[in-house]
């Protein structure tokens, strides 16, 4: 298969108020093959905004700042684009989707037009081809009264209805890769699955890659091709989805596949791991997840642990693995 995009060593700081510099993304490296759905998953904090808003070039410098690395989208470096060629990529090869769509929406514009807005940038068509490939777009969409929404305005739809509107945008020049962070979690668990699925099929209609930003393993499970597990600023175990929920490596990654609900779990008891994520600026030495981890031993507090590769697909960040001893099945 082949490589769309590849994140090379990406280190992101952020200039804090008193002199000091916050590592919110240190040393994150990882490809998107063509066409497939990478889940990048984390306690918020972590890093994955940060990481999929730096692919989109939209990372806010200053305070944040690229201090190293690349990310490369079919071979070429997007950190030395200039903005006006940027602006070529953003919605056309790369597209995004966010938690709450009336952020991106703009509530003075009817749905029509934002949609008409995003086609003409990237396409040469007239205002009745965009008209009518909105139309299209919005009915891909599942919103059967296509002709009567986008005369609509974003406050008269619901939620759902919201999202699916930003996905018709996020998919109208059909791009490469789509990033989608967390889409569902501010939507009711009925509608969370049609958004899930709906998002699946106008990947697999447009031939797009996802980036699926979430905290969420059940998510995960029922939409990844692979996974990367982000903690405190690094990527501490890559795998493909089976072999990440049938045998995950990393501490952290077995705490949060403990906290996913199972059909009888009662959701208010659900397990979360115990302590907080360290704030960027106040990372712990060693091994990040070393305070709350149960496995720590005397290395892990002052020497932070390389990527190590199990197998082909399969990589983790910890320890244990140094010398090569897998942790007893779960
Ligand atoms: Fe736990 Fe040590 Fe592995 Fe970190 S390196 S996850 S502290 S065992
Ligand atoms: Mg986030």
Do not use: W
């Not at 059909?263 to 907080?276: C, F």
Request: glycine share 6%; with cysteine; proline share 6%.
């Amino acid at each position: 298969k082949q490589i769309l995009l590849e994140v090379r060593n990406l280190k992101i700081q952020f200039q804090l108020k008193n002199g000091k510099k916050a590592k919110v993304v240190d040393d994150v490296s990882f490809s998107i093959h063509k066409g497939e759905t990478v889940a990048l998953v984390g306690e918020s904090g972590s890093g994955k905004s940060i990481t999929s808003l730096s692919i989109m070039r939209l990372l806010p410098i200053p305070p944040g700042e690229i201090a190293s690395g690349t990310i490369l989208l079919n071979g070429k470096n997007l950190l030395d684009y200039k903005n006006k060629e940027m602006s070529h990529i953003r919605g056309n090869e790369i597209s995004m989707i966010f938690q709450e769509p009336m952020t991106s929406l703009d509530p003075v514009f009817t749905i029509g037009n934002q949609i008409m807005e995003s086609i003409k940038r990237h396409q040469k068509v007239s205002k009745n081809e965009a008209r009518e490939k909105s139309i299209l777009l919005l009915k891909e969409v599942g919103i059967a009264n296509a002709e009567k929404v986008i005369g609509e305005y974003p406050h008269q739809l619901s939620g759902g209805m919201r999202q699916r509107v930003m996905i018709a945008i996020a998919m109208s020049n059909n791009p490469q890769l789509l990033i989608a962070d967390e889409p569902t979690t501010a939507l009711d668990v009925t509608v969370q699955a049609q958004i899930l699925n709906l998002m699946m099929k106008m990947k697999k209609d447009h031939h797009s890659a996802i980036l699926f930003i979430t905290h969420d393993m059940s998510v995960v499970a029922e939409t990844a091709d692979r996974v990367m597990v982000m903690y405190a600023g690094q990527i501490v175990e890559e795998a493909l989805v089976k072999e990440l929920f049938l045998n995950p490596q990393h501490p952290y990654t077995r705490a949060l596949l403990k906290t996913m609900p199972s059909l009888d779990t009662d959701v208010e008891r659900l397990p979360s791991i115990p302590g907080i994520v360290p704030p960027a600026y106040a990372l712990p030495d060693g091994c990040r997840f070393a305070p709350r981890c149960q496995f720590a031993m005397d290395q892990c507090h002052t020497t932070l642990p390389e990527v190590l590769v199990i197998d082909e697909a399969h990589k983790v960040r910890c320890h244990l693995f140094s010398f090569s001893s897998k942790l007893p099945p779960l």
